[in-house]
């Protein structure tokens, strides 16, 4: 992606208010004034320094801007379609905003953008691999190597017993969402597919302040014997989704290797669609992680009819999961196109990564906090709940050897 970003000093404010960089890209006279607003909720005041990202979507330029004590930022743009994110933090909260499909023709725009709270998780995606890679000196592509990689960033040991984790409707960001009305998302994540779970009592799985954890979520094996490009998730840390009665394709899923654990085998905790292979896009998915409330049982909840909806226009149904339930999600979009249609809300990721080209071995990996890792001693990753910032596309898989 090409970035530009523009830092408007006070004293060039006065004088230049706002063409998108120093170097003037742009002939003024077909220029239209963008006034973008942060409005926070209430109880928390309006201030300066809330950086507002502008992406031209055809050409993926990005350009970076700050606001104002008074909660706006101002610029000049050309006609295009734009998405706008607004993002801030405080000590309690992340704030984030996104317009998506904004429209700047031949005239001045004013966006009044409703800033939505929302916590840094304990748990999170640290990596998504899901594009595949050559299979290389053979001929060919290879997808049936899935994995993510899951982070404790808190201060204190996390136990990911009971944790669940799914993908969402519709598996691609290209294309038309059916879930979209009037614009709106709906008020809960369509998990579809599946609802996958890490096994365990309670206390059985532990992970430290800095540790990772691998979930295969495809063959728990060592793909590089036969595919050098690919990785080796044939390990005893693996959490594995194994299961050859819900899913019985043995190209997708077969046997793990003898490293991995019976005990670390993925609970599926209920299967809604008909594929014989847990189905994750390999351009553009949607991943989040949640656990249901102490008081709901996630067994009971998944069976109930008011919980599974039916995809509009469609004969698969879904699990309706409440977004105060997510503890980390993640939105894929495809390089390949400039279509990209939001899933998640704002509360749970107001941006996306692009992974530009699949079948490369290229992975989606979070950045790290430089700052926070050298404070408290061990890896700590960027958390803003938006993966456009929080994420890069990395060249090779972080478990390729």
């Not at 060919?140 to 808190?154: E, M, V």
């Not at 365990?200 to 954890?213: M, N, R």
């Not at 249901?292 to 149904?317: F, L």
Request: hydrophobic share 35%; proline share 7%.
């Amino acid at each position: 992606m090409q970035t530009k970003v523009l830092i408007l000093a006070a004293a060039l404010t006065a004088v230049f208010t706002g063409c998108m960089d120093n170097g003037e890209p742009y002939v003024p006279e077909n220029l239209n004034r963008l006034t973008v607003k942060a409005v926070y909720p209430d109880g928390v005041a309006a201030k300066g320094g809330a950086t507002v990202s502008i992406v031209e979507v055809s050409s993926a330029t990005q350009y970076s801007i700050k606001t104002k004590e008074n909660g706006t930022a101002v610029t000049d743009i050309p006609n295009g379609i734009y998405r706008i994110n607004v993002r801030d933090r405080n000590d309690d909260y992340v704030f984030n905003s996104t317009r998506d499909k904004v429209l700047i023709s031949d005239e001045d725009v004013s966006l009044d953008m409703e800033m939505m709270p929302s916590k840094a998780g304990a748990i999170v995606i640290k990596e998504i691999y899901c594009g595949g890679c050559s299979k290389a000196p053979k001929e060919g592509t290879y997808q049936s190597d899935k994995y993510i990689i899951l982070h404790n960033n808190s201060l204190d040991t996390e136990y990911l017993d009971g944790l669940c984790m799914g993908t969402l409707s519709p598996y691609n960001s290209t294309g038309a969402n059916p879930w979209l009305q009037d614009g709106k998302l709906p008020d809960f994540l369509p998990v579809i597919q599946a609802v996958l779970a890490i096994p365990g009592s309670g206390t059985d799985f532990p992970v430290k302040p800095g540790e990772d954890a691998i979930v295969a979520l495809c063959g728990a094996i060592d793909h590089t014997a036969e595919y050098p490009l690919s990785v080796n998730l044939n390990l005893p840390e693996v959490f594995a989704l194994y299961d050859p009665v819900l899913f019985p394709n043995a190209t997708y899923h077969p046997a793990p290797g003898s490293n991995v654990l019976p005990q670390r085998y993925v609970d599926v905790v209920i299967k809604t669609g008909q594929a014989n292979a847990y189905t994750l896009s390999v351009n553009s998915p949607t991943f989040i992680l949640f656990r249901a409330p102490k008081t709901v049982d996630i067994k009971d909840y998944v069976q109930q009819s008011a919980n599974q909806p039916q995809v509009p226009g469609g004969s698969e149904k879904v699990v309706a999961i409440p977004p105060d339930w997510v503890v980390d999600g993640v939105e894929v979009f495809y390089g390949g196109s400039t279509g990209n249609i939001k899933r998640l809300p704002e509360t749970v990721d107001a941006g996306a990564v692009t992974l530009s080209e699949t079948f490369k071995g290229r992975t989606l990996m979070r950045k790290a906090d430089e700052t926070l890792s050298a404070e408290q001693g061990y890896e700590v990753l960027q958390d803003t709940n938006n993966s456009t910032e929080d994420f890069y596309e990395r060249e090779t898989q972080s478990l390729h050897q």
